[in-house]
């Protein structure tokens, strides 16, 4: 962790520098979900970037802003670290390109490089992205559950658990009360999550424990999710699962992991009321 430039002093960039991109292997954190490097994974997914501080200059030196969006395949072997992310994209201010294209093609190749996967991109104007509007999670709100909650709660996929009473449902549960810590600079990530399910009833107070539980862990984001879905699908074993979080924005970035076992349509990455 001594390497990331996470948590550490930042010069940011007076020019473009797509060295500043650093990548995080994939592969150390899912070792400790029992996900081997060359195992087909359990899930596919995506990772949904929103960057809400884009700039960089036209032919004549003229500043332009913009908002992107960046789906970083789950099968990539790596992710890219935020801090490293965000000063990249700082790298941009004080570029030329010949236009809106030139950017988008330049994007891609930098972050497709570091990620080793191909990395799309979309550049939307400010005003494209206002009249999508925001809209929260639909499904059923845990959150309104009156339960006790020792401070010292872990993320013990042991509190999880479905109503072996009832056959199989089909169902959707949401949180906003996620939030785990930078595994770097211990900085709050707060998050709301969105668990689609078809199988026996999952227990929404153990559920809700478990993921209140998340409070005091350090992990990236992707990992989070990826832990989610892999100790309910090992607890509960849900016939179909899919798991989505939205993470507030940092330093003009959010981060929205995205993991499925099967072909569910992929989010629309509309924003919610906290990011």
Known sequence: MATLPLGQASQYPDQYDPSLLFPIPRSENRAKLGIEANQVLPFVGV??????????????????????????????????????????????????????????????????????????????????????????????????????????????????????????????????????????????????????????PILEEGLLRYLIGFRQLGEFHEHCVETIFSDIKRQCKPEKLSVYARYTRRGGLDINPFRTDHNAPWPDNTRHARQ
Not at 128 to 157: C, F, W, Y
């Open 47 to 200: 990772d949904i970037w929103n960057a809400y501080e884009l700039s960089w200059l036209n032919q004549r030196g003229k500043p332009q802003i913009a908002l992107a969006e960046f789906q970083v395949p789950a099968d990539s072997p790596n992710m890219i670290e935020s801090k490293s992310f965000k000063l990249y994209l700082n790298s941009l201010n004080s570029a030329r390109f010949e236009n809106e294209d030139a950017v988008r093609e330049r994007i891609i190749t930098d972050l497709s490089a570091v990620a080793g996967s191909k990395v799309s991109t979309r550049i939307y104007p400010t005003d494209v992205v206002a009249k999508k509007g925001m809209q929260e999670m639909t499904g059923v709100l845990i959150d309104r559950l009156d339960i006790e909650v020792d401070p010292n709660l872990s993320a013990d996929p042991g509190l999880l658990g479905v109503n072996d009473s009832f056959g199989p449902i089909e169902q959707c549960l949401v949180s906003h009360l996620l939030k785990s810590n930078c595994p770097v600079t211990g900085q709050p990530d707060w998050a709301s999550v969105q668990i689609r399910y078809q199988g026996r």
